[in-house]
């Protein structure tokens, strides 16, 4: 490579790359641009290829010289990040100090490096989560739940305005702070469920068919969305019509109907309670490994590139659909929602980067039984078979998130094979509900 290079440490992330390409390259770049653009531009008066060189260079010289700082720029860059080992994240912010043919071409570059941290303390921890026990009540409301998942919708007729206990139909969208409303999404449930929260719910009460209402309230600091905690949300809802609800009779006959190859209302209750029982297992190994992590963030907390924060910030729009159901991430202007997303994407990052780098430091390597244990789970969890699955998450576009996924799971285990759990008895709302989504095993950057 005949280019001159250094790096100046700004940050243990951000460094400058300077670069001196030598003249007698520029000029012999310059030489070969413009025989190539003579012998293809087209003049009156003159044949193809025959154009004499300072017209070429008065009417294409900007040009060309654009073309050359810029290829060179490139392939510069590209060696200097080769030779130095630089992980570069996002875009480098290049300066130019001159353009000449004739002169070498000078330039630095500001640069994001993909964060290595060095993570400490990380085995033998002691970390506290509640302990779920799931009790008769729990296993009486998911049989109600069953009950009203088969019930019977009869539409209202004799009145238009919603009332507490009615099941309702109502189109949904979501603001945060002065963000744009999400796409609307259905809502069909009884009115004073809680689905949407109590607060929200009874702001609708009254509301007639047809007509739309917005409820603004502040999000609880303890939401399950960290970007409404204690933001100002509203909820714009259109009523599209009510309903009385008719349930049937918990028999033998209705356990039949169900799905779940039991027979007997004595076997549903066991089998609700054994999935139960096996939903609030994994929530408390889930809430043990974010413990864990929320630790390790706090007691590391490294510089993240900012484009690494903001791809992040648009997966999480897209995945909440606050853009739109529709949204794709690269579409999505994420100065609408830095604000109220950047600290949770931060944290995500950096909980991605510590299981990463424990990994490395550990020297975890994930084998053929640790892929086909993870497609197990998975065809469990989703209720599909092995077969269907391992071509799902074994496809192209898919594999390498999926084999990530595969190995940040075992470090977590492995993490917390030498982390002591301490149980608390302080009951908690909320047991998971029979068929409920559990939460996700491992943070993914």
């Given at each position: 490579m005949d280019f001159q290079t250094s790096v100046l440490d700004i940050d243990e992330i951000t460094k400058q790359v300077s670069v001196t390409v030598p003249k007698e390259r520029v000029a012999k770049e310059y030489e070969s641009s413009v025989t190539q653009a003579g012998r293809s531009v087209k003049i009156n008066g003159f044949r193809q290829g025959k154009v004499p060189r300072h017209m070429i260079e008065k009417l294409m010289g900007d040009?060309?010289?654009?073309?050359?700082?810029?290829?060179?720029?490139?392939?510069?860059?590209?060696?200097?990040?080769?030779?130095?080992?630089?992980?570069?994240?996002?875009?480098?912010?290049?300066?130019?100090?001159?353009?000449?043919?004739?002169?070498?071409?000078?330039?630095?570059?500001?640069?994001?490096?993909?964060?290595?941290?060095?993570?400490?303390?990380?085995?033998?921890?002691?970390?506290?989560?509640?302990?779920?026990?799931?009790?008769?009540?729990?296993?009486?409301?998911?049989?109600?739940?069953?009950?009203?998942?088969?019930?019977?919708?009869?539409?209202?007729?004799?009145?238009?305005?919603?009332?507490?206990?009615?099941?309702?139909?109502?189109?949904?969208?979501?603001?945060?702070?002065?963000?744009?409303?999400?796409?609307?999404?259905?809502?069909?449930?009884?009115?004073?469920?809680?689905?949407?929260?109590?607060?929200?719910?009874?702001?609708?009460?009254?509301?007639?068919?047809?007509?739309?209402?917005?409820?603004?309230?502040?999000?609880?600091?303890?939401?399950?969305?960290?970007?409404?905690?204690?933001?100002?949300?509203?909820?714009?809802?259109?009523?599209?019509?009510?309903?009385?609800?008719?349930?049937?009779?918990?028999?033998?006959?209705?356990?039949?109907?169900?799905?779940?190859?039991?027979e007997t209302v004595a076997a549903l209750r066991e089998k609700v309670r054994e999935q139960l029982s096996k939903q609030a297992e994994e929530e408390v190994k889930s809430e043990t490994q974010g413990a864990l992590l929320d630790m390790l963030v706090k007691e590391h907390p490294f510089k993240v590139p900012s484009a690494m924060v903001d791809d992040e910030i648009r997966g999480i729009v897209a995945r909440y659909g606050f853009a739109g159901r529709e949204a794709k991430p690269e579409s999505i202007d994420v100065n609408l929602f830095r604000e109220q997303f950047s600290e949770f994407a931060l944290n995500r990052i950096r909980g991605a980067i510590i299981i990463d780098r424990v990994g490395s430091a550990e020297d975890i390597k994930v084998d053929e039984a640790d892929r086909e244990r993870m497609i197990q789970r998975a065809a469990e969890q989703n209720g599909s078979t092995v077969e269907a699955t391992r071509k799902i998450l074994l496809e192209k576009s898919r594999i390498m998130s999926f084999l990530l996924e595969v190995r940040r799971t075992k470090i977590l285990e492995h993490l917390m094979a030498k982390t002591t759990v301490e149980y608390t008895d302080v009951p908690e709302p909320g047991v998971p509900e029979l068929g409920a989504p559990k939460p996700d095993a491992a943070v993914k950057a």
């Open positions: 040009r060309i010289r654009f073309d050359v700082t810029n290829r060179l720029v490139n392939e510069a860059l590209r060696g200097a990040f080769e030779e130095h080992k630089l992980e570069v994240i996002g875009q480098p912010e290049v300066e130019l100090k001159e353009v000449e043919p004739a002169k070498p071409l000078e330039f630095s570059a500001k640069v994001e490096l993909y964060p290595q941290p060095i993570i400490s303390n990380y085995l033998n921890r002691t970390v506290q989560v509640v302990k779920k026990v799931v009790v008769d009540d729990d296993v009486d409301q998911s049989m109600e739940r069953l009950r009203e998942s088969k019930a019977d919708l009869k539409p209202i007729e004799d009145r238009k305005e919603a009332a507490k206990g009615d099941v309702v139909a109502l189109s949904i969208s979501i603001q945060i702070g002065d963000g744009e409303f999400s796409r609307g999404e259905p809502f069909v449930d009884q009115l004073g469920s809680g689905k949407l929260s109590h607060e929200v719910e009874e702001q609708f009460v009254g509301l007639s068919v047809n007509d739309s209402k917005d409820v603004v309230i502040t999000g609880a600091e303890d939401h399950q969305n960290p970007g409404m905690r204690g933001k100002q949300v509203t909820y714009r809802g259109m009523l599209h019509g009510i309903f009385t609800k008719n349930l049937p009779t918990l028999d033998d006959d209705f356990v039949k109907t169900i799905g779940l190859e039991v």
